[in-house]
């Protein structure tokens, strides 16, 4: 079993920066990646960014040059930092441990950007 809980979320103005955080705990030591998803009102949840137990990463068009995924491996922590934010980045984001075949998600933290 795989515990997931994000923090860092809030209210930002247009232009602004945020940085995510999810703790995971438990049976950490195959996971094969981490994941960051968002889902705003009335849309179907999208993957934004994932970073593989190799380091590499992987970031959807929508957030390229602005998102950066990155993880602290004495921490147990994923971070999401994000930059120039926009009103069509709001959304609640969540976090996503894969540990084949399993899914684990976090509660998701709201990230509100203003215009």
């Known amino acids: 079993q795989v515990h997931l809980v994000e923090s860092g979320g809030g209210l930002v103005q247009a232009g602004g920066s945020l940085r995510l955080s999810c703790a995971a705990s438990?049976?950490?030591?195959?996971?094969?990646?981490m994941r960051w998803y968002r889902q705003a009102p009335g849309k179907q949840r999208e993957l934004v960014a994932t970073?593989?137990?190799?380091?590499?990463?992987i970031y959807a068009d929508s957030v390229k040059g602005r998102f950066t995924i990155s993880r602290d491996n004495a921490k147990n922590t994923v971070y999401l930092q994000m930059s120039s934010l926009k009103p069509d980045d709001t959304a609640v984001y969540y976090c996503?441990?894969?540990?084949?075949?399993?899914?684990?998600w976090g509660q998701g933290t709201q990230v509100t950007v203003s215009s």
């Open positions: 438990g049976t950490i030591f195959s996971i094969n990646s």
């Open positions: 996503n441990a894969v540990r084949l075949p399993e899914n684990y």
């Open positions: 970073i593989t137990r190799g380091g590499s990463t």
